[in-house]
């Protein structure tokens, strides 16, 4: 019995596994199949409920026959619209949008989601009120509207794109061959269709778009096509392969044939399309010279304009065999405005100097073959149509003879090519399109595709003149450019005064030493824009400065007093000091001129002594030449200012663009004193002012016009008391006015007048108020006259009623100006003539 028992419970428990372990396999089997049957399905994404999808694309699903322990043997389904507002908010299933059948015994199916907008729920179709929760698209659980319908709802919604191609036409080569195109929607990642009518195949279309700039395209290639449509491809982003999506992307029509293309672009999993046309052009490259002639002076700044059209490079030659001397430029057209234009340091072409201290562009890319660049020009020999050597650009001036190289060129000996600084003479410029300049078979240069030339006049420098002006008291770098400048001073005469405290201008009219000005200054080309201290002109006059030695370019620069003696040194201007209040100097390169501007008031700061009252001053510019040798560069691959007279590093100065023996000197002078005022009207000492509602105080001041000058008048005795202040303008012949209003002032009332600047006193004079301004009578022509009235005594008796008649025109004619006299000796004059008179009447009453 007990064994019995034992064998059906042992019978029991290996049925109760079996049953278990079937269970549990089945489940096994089922998770494993349900995930493996929806991702084969042969569509474009699977379905999530609670997710968002794009019409057009394509959705798989897996619907076991056993969903929440529900068995079912329907394969029919709808897709239902779904409203998440509806039954109070917890949603409910609206009416059919599209009914289905699951595929065979895998139970799965793709729904096609074009033409779908909105929210919608899978149902069974025998049973619209329960909806199907989808996991990776596969059917996970129900729901029903005493559920959670929302769980089992996925949107539908409709994808925008907006594809544009930047340029409407596009060259077949260069730089205009290059557009951008911007994709625009509002899915964030999907690949991109293109095609274009089939007139383009797929290799050109991924030359557009994938092989157009080496590994630096931004678009990477997707799928080529090459087993269906071969006039279409699919492309991404280089950086993100799940997107196009992005602005400002390039694209390249180069070696497409001319034609216009009209472009499709879609989306391949939904309905989004875009298109545009573009129409490709031969390239047309034409490049020229704003200026047939070009002239400006040796030593300074030289500016061309280049134009361009189709291309945004081209090569410019600068010189030739004939000259002795060739640079060859790549200029780039950095600013799309379709021209370069670039400055040309003239002092230091052809020296070591870097490219930044020879070649200047504000917006635009300028590259020098001499000044440390590889512009990408290649050399030819015409004979052999072959490159020169390495095709390098020392091998071409190497053909030339331009510089000695016995065989063996060197990038170094480039540099080599001068003597001296670029001398005056006529330099050709070539402009190329492709960079390809050839030596022909006279041993003459010429471009390979020339578009243009021109010809750069580069002429002698010299010295016109020196002059002195006059500015008021302020900072010597108050006025930062030379207009205004200009506007504020006042030239004077040589010898003529400059007042202490104002600014002193010495006007240099000369060129030829603004490329050197640049070169030393800290701020480059810019400097002769915005001027230097005093220190930074002085590197060019010196070799003490800087660090560099220019005593052999003899440029010498001085002002200096009069008034030296044995055993002290004349006061001269300070050109080392380096404060711009005190001492400024500012260039005017293309009117050939530069200002040194100095604030006197800064004293023994910028000069070398404290200035003295009545000191005269000489101002001097000269160009100083060796009486045998001329300039010459004393190193090789010289720098700039590495040369003097013969070339021998002595030192001695041989301006470099003139022969021997002819130096250039040009000067003048001034005198430097204190302010002063001279008055008008003043009357044995007394300034009369007369008592009107239009006073006018007038005078003459050395203090220079424009300053911020004043008249103040102040009572001492008077009634009522008053103080009054005018501006007085100055003139440029140093006269002044003031204009008061004394109507309520009484004759006789006394005060005090000052003549003030910048809030100073400058002089102050008695004065006194009267009704008119007396004026003098020149006493010898008085005297003369009193003989021929004693003579005329009879005739006078007889004539007194007319001496009585005009004796009013007597008094006017008082008012009228007269030479100055003894004071009051009119007075006496009068007395004699009335007891003269009265004398008469007695003895005719006798």
Request: charge should be negative; proline fraction near 2%.
């Amino acid at each position: 019995m007990t064994e019995r028992n034992y064998t059906y419970k042992a019978r029991a428990l290996f049925l109760a596994a079996l049953m278990v372990f079937s269970v549990f396999a089945g489940t096994v089997a089922f998770a494993g199949t349900a995930a493996a049957n929806a991702e084969q399905t042969d569509s474009d994404v699977t379905l999530n409920s609670g997710s968002t999808y794009w019409d057009g694309q394509e959705a798989g699903i897996y619907i076991p026959d056993d969903v929440d322990g529900d068995t079912t043997s329907t394969t029919d389904y709808q897709v239902r619209s779904f409203d998440p507002d509806g039954n109070d908010g917890s949603g409910s299933i609206g009416g059919l949008e599209e009914e289905f059948s699951l595929d065979g015994d895998d139970r799965t199916a793709v729904i096609d989601t074009s033409g779908y907008d909105g929210e919608f729920v899978i149902t069974p179709a025998d049973d619209s009120s329960t909806a199907i929760v989808f996991v990776d698209g596969n059917a996970d659980s129900t729901e029903t509207s005493d559920g959670n319908l929302e769980d089992a709802a996925f949107e539908v919604t409709t994808q925008n794109l907006d594809v544009e191609i930047d340029e409407d036409s596009v060259n077949d080569e260069g730089e205009n061959a290059v557009t951008e195109i911007d994709v625009d929607s509002n899915r964030a990642n999907y690949q991109l269709n293109v095609s274009a009518n089939g007139d383009l195949d797929a290799g050109e279309l991924s030359d557009i778009f994938v092989n157009n700039d080496g590994d630096d395209a931004d678009y990477q290639l997707i799928d080529e096509n090459e087993d269906g449509d071969d006039d279409e491809i699919t492309i991404a982003l280089a950086e993100n392969s799940e997107t196009a999506e992005g602005d400002e992307r390039e694209i390249n029509f180069t070696g497409i044939d001319e034609g216009e293309y009209g472009f499709n672009f879609s989306v391949p999993d939904s309905t989004a399309e875009s298109s545009d046309t573009v129409e490709v052009t031969e390239r047309d490259t034409d490049s020229s010279f704003s200026e047939g002639v070009t002239t400006d002076t040796a030593g300074d700044i030289a500016e061309f304009t280049v134009e361009m059209d189709d291309t945004d490079e081209v090569w410019v030659q600068f010189g030739d065999e004939d000259v002795g001397f060739i640079d060859i430029l790549r200029l780039e057209d950095d600013d799309d405005d379709d021209e370069v234009t670039f400055q040309v340091n003239t002092r230091t072409l052809g020296t070591s100097a870097d490219r930044d201290d020879v070649y200047n562009s504000e917006d635009d890319i300028v590259e020098s073959e001499v000044h440390d660049d590889d512009t990408g020009a290649t050399f030819w020999d015409e004979d052999t149509d072959e490159q020169l050597g390495g095709g390098e650009f020392v091998d071409y001036l190497d053909e030339l003879n331009l510089i000695d190289a016995d065989g063996d060129a060197d990038e170094d000996d480039v540099d080599e090519q001068l003597t001296r600084p670029l001398q005056p003479a006529d330099y050709e410029l070539t402009a190329a399109t492709d960079g390809q300049f050839i030596v022909n078979s006279d041993g003459e240069t010429e471009a390979d595709e020339e578009l243009d030339s021109a010809l750069f006049e580069l002429t002698e420098p010299g010295i016109e003149g020196v002059t002195i002006h006059k500015a008021s008291a302020d900072n010597a770098d108050e006025d930062d450019n030379v207009a205004d400048l200009l506007n504020s001073t006042t030239a004077i005469e040589g010898g003529e005064e400059v007042a202490m405290d104002d600014r002193l201008v010495v006007q240099v009219e000369a060129t030829g030493l603004y490329g050197a000005a640049a070169y030393e200054a800290d701020s480059g080309f810019d400097a002769l824009e915005d001027g230097t201290t005093l220190n930074q002109f002085n590197r060019i006059l010196t070799d003490d400065n800087h660090g560099n030695n220019w005593a052999g370019e003899g440029i010498n620069f001085e002002v200096e007093a009069d008034d030296a003696t044995g055993n002290q040194e004349a006061t001269s201007l300070d050109l080392t000091n380096n404060n711009a209040g005190d001492g400024y100097v500012l260039y005017d390169e293309e009117n050939g001129q530069f200002f040194v501007v100095v604030d006197t008031s800064a004293d023994s700061n910028v000069f070398s002594d404290e200035l003295d009252e009545g000191a005269e001053f000489s101002a001097e510019f000269e160009y100083e030449t060796d009486s045998d040798n001329r300039y010459e560069f004393n190193s090789e691959n010289p720098a700039p200012y590495q040369g003097d007279a013969g070339g021998d590093g002595d030192g001695d100065a041989a301006y470099p663009y003139f022969q021997a023996d002819s130096t250039q000197t040009e000067s003048t002078s001034f005198t430097v004193e204190e302010r002063t005022v001279t008055f008008d009207n003043v009357n044995d000492g007394v300034l009369e002012i007369p008592v009107s509602d239009s006073a006018e105080v007038t005078g003459t001041t050395n203090v220079a016009p424009g300053s911020d000058a004043e008249v103040r008048i102040s009572s001492t005795d008077a009634d009522p008391s008053f103080r009054s202040t005018a501006d007085a303008e100055i003139s440029e012949d140093g006269t002044f006015s003031a204009e008061f209003d004394f109507s309520d002032q009484s004759a006789g009332d006394l005060a005090e007048t000052t003549f003030r600047v910048a809030g100073s006193s400058v002089d102050t004079v008695d004065t006194e108020l009267v009704e008119s301004v007396s004026t003098e009578t020149d006493a010898p022509d008085t005297e003369t006259d009193a003989p021929d009235t004693e003579t005329d005594a009879p005739d006078t008796e007889t004539d007194a009623p007319d001496t009585e008649t005009d004796a009013p025109d007597t008094d006017t004619a008082t008012e009228e100006p007269t030479s100055t006299s003894t004071p009051g000796f009119g007075v006496v004059v009068a007395l004699t003539a009335l007891i003269a008179a009265a004398l008469l009447a007695v003895r005719r009453n006798d």
